[in-house]
């Protein structure tokens, strides 16, 4: 049956008109076999336009439908809404990216942009005249999501999903909840505390009884796919034996005071990672202000002494590690970043005593008592060199070449705050550039009028930190006064280091989600999909894609919440049809298919007595890449079968 075409050929405005001869491109398509109308449009994407479109395929009957645009990265979902309102089978929709890959692509030469555009069209046309109606598979799926990761994205998506009615798995690594913000004193511009949003978000998750929260818990292993993961977990033993969390206000000011000598009786002292190594604390120990209230036993340093044991009976040095065994229909990765550790001597980090990060800094504040002081010396005059760790190009060569973003507003922060809690403090600011975005600008402001002197290296003369006689010093050619080599004293240099991706990679590979070049968590498209992986059913929430602040990190596990809620929350997913299929009557069980799907998705099974190859449909991503592989050509890809890809070819080679 010959196909009735519709094909819309979209200016975009400029974008493409300003490079491709649009109507010529119209003209030619017009007179290809099955087209029964051709036109142009300003913008196909528009409310107007999709309406057109709608009524055409509905009068004229259109059995097809080209739409010659942008990527269809950006609207293929559109375009096929458009479709099935017409009443149309979505898959006899097929786009052409004449933007892209037309007039941006050659606009230094017009001509040949119109004449690549002409052949992508007429290409998608042939495809077009051949496309089936295909019906998108449906599997059932678990409504439990498992969050990895219980800072403040993991709490946050943990309490959104709980409450559109997911069961939820949330699991924590350490110990104690609240991640990096935990750490942090007073935040700005909310002036509350990191301990207080970690409390409060705490109290939503144990208040809800579709929550299950393990801490001391990590994931070790994974099978199954989108809607039926199968996840082992791994919950190491804490050392305690009641939830203190659920005592009474009397049982539990007697634990309190019971486990405060416990901790004191203690004989073993190690550095205090939650004080980034500024303090020590034994090897039973809380962190402070943390939660669960239980206390914790650090038995890679434990002696197993049992002086603990004898003054708190709740103490449990025989505990064992458990193992769990999850099924899941989605899950969301919030694992969180690690802050950037400067190499020995990079600007005398390790090798200049009063030389630390931001991230100590800001302990030391919170830490510090009426005068702040380190390492015994008292400290007046300040140093910040901003940008450690991150957009590393020119003379700071790396692997970070990316901007972390909250540096600057976080370090102006903390000098605004030293400045407020301790007298006479100076601080110089070492900037290649200031970055406080959008309202984090009156941070900045708040800075200059208290009296912060900034001062800016150039791209490719970084700082220099010397110690000299015991007086460190920080040198810096500046461009804020014409080229000026200037020199501060300080008592304390704060390296303002940036985020960088966790250092323990294993839930990434358990997971198998990609890394960008930036080595966070790889999200599909950061405008269109900027919380999902290309794995169906695994999104991402908070910093284990990339820097971000609070604010946005709390939006982004919203967002996380939102999208697994909708893929999971109606206990059935539909899948893409466009994936592979076996002609298990050629295929002669090789294996060369399985070793090529980067997603797992193909078994050996059996049909009539042999051994073939099998798709799992949940997992498959219709990538071809077993295709090509197969030597008896035994398999091929629904929407893009040989037939359809050769036509193009032959539509683009004319």
Not at 393 to 404: H, Q, R, S, V
Not at 566 to 586: F, N, Q, S, V
Request: hydrophobic share 35%; proline share 4%.
């Amino acid at each position: 049956m010959n196909k009735k075409i519709g094909v819309y050929i979209c200016q975009c405005g400029s974008n493409i008109s300003d490079y491709v001869d649009v109507e010529r491109v119209r003209e030619v398509v017009e007179r290809e076999e099955g087209v029964a109308l051709a036109k142009v449009t300003m913008f196909a994407c528009a409310d107007s336009t999709q309406q057109e479109i709608v009524k055409d395929i509905e009068e004229q009957e259109l059995d097809g439908l080209v739409i010659a645009s942008c990527s269809p990265k950006l609207h293929l979902f559109t375009f096929r809404n458009v479709a099935e309102r017409g009443g149309l089978n979505k898959y006899n929709y097929v786009q052409s990216n004449i933007r892209e890959q037309g007039s941006w692509a050659h606009s230094d030469t017009p001509e040949q942009a119109t004449e690549k555009a002409i052949r992508s069209v007429r290409a998608a046309i042939a495809r077009t005249r051949l496309a089936e109606p295909l019906v998108s598979p449906v599997i059932s799926s678990e409504r439990t999501v498992l969050v990895v990761g219980a800072g403040i994205a993991g709490l946050r998506a943990a309490v959104d999903l709980a409450d559109a009615g997911s069961k939820v798995y949330l699991i924590e690594r350490d110990h104690f909840v609240g991640g990096r913000t935990a750490q942090w004193g007073e935040l700005f511009p909310t002036d509350e505390t990191g301990g207080a949003v970690t409390a409060d978000l705490y109290e939503e998750v144990i208040n809800r009884d579709n929550i299950t929260l393990h801490t001391g818990c990590e994931v070790v292993s994974n099978s199954g796919s989108v809607g039926n993961f199968d996840i082992k977990l791994r919950i190491a033993p804490r050392g305690a034996k009641a939830d203190t969390d659920a005592a009474g206000a009397e049982g539990l000011d007697d634990f309190e005071k019971r486990l405060e000598r416990a901790i004191e009786a203690c004989p073993v002292e190690v550095p205090n990672a939650f004080d980034f190594g500024l303090t020590n604390r034994k090897a039973i120990y809380r962190n402070s202000g943390g939660f669960p209230l239980m206390p914790a036993i650090d038995f890679e340093h434990c002696t197993r002494c049992g002086e603990c044991v004898n003054i708190c009976p709740e103490i449990d040095l025989d505990q064992k590690e458990a193992f769990e065994q999850i099924k899941a229909g989605a899950v969301v990765l919030a694992t969180g970043f690690d802050p950037y550790e400067p190499g020995t001597d990079e600007f005398g980090y390790s090798s200049i005593e009063n030389v630390i990060t931001l991230q100590q800094f800001r302990r030391l504040i919170e830490i510090s008592g009426d005068t702040l002081t380190y390492k015994g010396k008292d400290v007046k005059d300040i140093a910040y060199i901003f940008c450690v760790g991150s957009r590393q190009t020119g003379a700071l060569d790396g692997e970070n070449k990316y901007c972390a973003r909250h540096c600057c507003t976080s370090a102006i922060h903390s000098a605004v705050l030293a400045k407020k809690k301790f007298a006479e403090i100076q601080n110089y600011h070492f900037t290649r550039g200031v970055r406080t975005y959008g309202k984090q600008e009156s941070i900045y402001e708040e800075s200059s009028k208290l009296g912060d002197i900034y001062l800016q290296s150039f791209e490719d003369d970084p700082p220099v930190v010397s110690c000299e006689n015991g007086i460190t010093s920080v040198k810096v050619k500046d461009v804020l006064t014409e080229d000026r080599e200037l020199e501060v004293d300080a008592d304390l240099v704060v390296l303002v280091t940036g985020m960088v991706p966790r250092a323990d990679k294993r839930i990434g590979e358990i997971m198998k989600v990609p890394a960008g070049r930036d080595r966070f968590f790889n999200e599909v498209h950061p405008k269109l999909k900027p919380v999902e992986t290309v794995l169906d059913g695994i999104y991402l929430a908070g910093t284990s894609q990339g820097p971000k602040n609070i604010t946005e990190t709390v939006q982004s596990a919203l967002a996380a919440a939102i999208k697994t809620n909708a893929l999971i929350g109606k206990g059935e997913i539909e899948l893409e049809p466009t994936m592979a299929k076996i002609d298990r009557a050629l295929c002669e069980w090789c294996g060369k298919c399985q070793e090529a799907c980067p997603f797992d998705a193909i078994d050996k099974t059996e049909f009539e007595g042999k051994a073939v190859a099998g798709v799992n449909e949940s997992t498959c991503k219709g990538c071809g890449m077993c295709l090509p592989v197969c030597p008896v050509n035994a398999i091929q890809l629904i929407g893009f079968t040989d037939a359809e890809i050769e036509t193009m070819i032959d539509a683009l080679a004319d």
